[in-house]
């Protein structure tokens, strides 16, 4: 059973930091694009930072470079999305997705993503 735990949203005011965790179980986890995404109200997803388990590589959308880093701690499974320098614009609900890419590059289409967490919601004010 695959299961994506998100945790670590919450309220700060524009400039603060938060840090996001997914945690995610029952899956191979060792060749797998991990990825944050998020949805403002009356917005479409967007994806924000992915990184590919196997070989570590990031990417980040370009809303959210040197302010964001996304990192993993393969023992538990875990990414990490750290978040800095918060802007109000950064308001939305963050989910994170994954699937198996088989050791390949990895992308943001979300037709691509196999399993999702319910989200945590992230407000900057």
């Known amino acids: 059973h695959v299961q994506l735990v998100e945790s670590g949203g919450g309220s700060v005011q524009a400039g603060g930091s938060l840090r996001l965790s997914c945690a995610a179980s029952?899956?191979?986890?060792?060749?797998?694009?991990m990825a944050w995404f998020r949805q403002a109200p009356g917005k479409e997803r967007e994806g924000v930072a992915r990184i590919a388990t196997g070989s570590g590589n990031t990417y980040y959308a370009d809303s959210v470079k040197v302010r964001f880093t996304i990192s993993q701690d393969n023992a538990s499974k875990t990414v990490v999305l750290q978040m800095n320098s918060l802007k109000p614009e950064d308001t939305a609900m963050y989910y994170c997705?994954?699937?198996?890419?088989?050791?390949?590059?990895?992308?943001?289409?979300?037709?691509?993503?196999?399993?999702w967490g319910p989200g945590t919601q992230v407000t900057v004010s």
């Open positions: 997705g994954i699937y198996d890419a088989y050791g390949g590059r990895c992308s943001f289409r979300e037709d691509f993503y196999d399993y």
């Open positions: 029952g899956y191979t986890y060792n060749r797998n694009c």
